[in-house]
Nanobody
């Protein structure tokens, strides 16, 4: 059983930056593809970014390309989401998730086996 704990959310002005962290425990971290998802009020949860297990392949949803960067530190069992040039529409609860597929990055939330509790990101205009 993998446990995921997100941190780093908060309130930031438009154009600002935040870095989210997700610490994992209870599994072999490098054998999981990790994803970040977000859910805004009244909207469905959506894929934001993903990074594969050991090869470090990445994928992003179009709306965050060039602004967000996902990375992972397998030595410390942590995945990060660096968010720059934040916009009010980025406001959401951000969740990290782990997928045992390990070599591929799925964008559908049903592919992910473990989820964190979420961290709130609020971007003011």
């Amino acid at each position: 059983q993998v446990q995921l704990v997100e941190s780093g959310g908060g309130l930031v002005q438009a154009g600002g930056s935040l870095r989210l962290s997700c610490a994992a425990s209870g599994g072999t971290f490098s054998r999981y593809t990790m994803g970040w998802f977000r859910q805004a009020p009244g909207k469905a949860r959506e894929f934001v970014a993903g990074i594969s297990g050991s090869s470090g392949l990445t994928e992003y949803t179009d709306s965050v390309k060039g602004r967000f960067t996902i990375s992972r530190d397998n030595a410390n069992d942590t995945v990060y989401l660096q968010m720059n040039s934040l916009k009010p529409e980025d406001t959401a609860v951000y969740y990290c998730a782990a997928d045992r597929s390990y070599l591929v990055i799925y964008t559908g939330q049903n592919a992910y086996d473990y989820w964190g509790q979420g961290t709130q990101v609020t971007v003011s205009s």
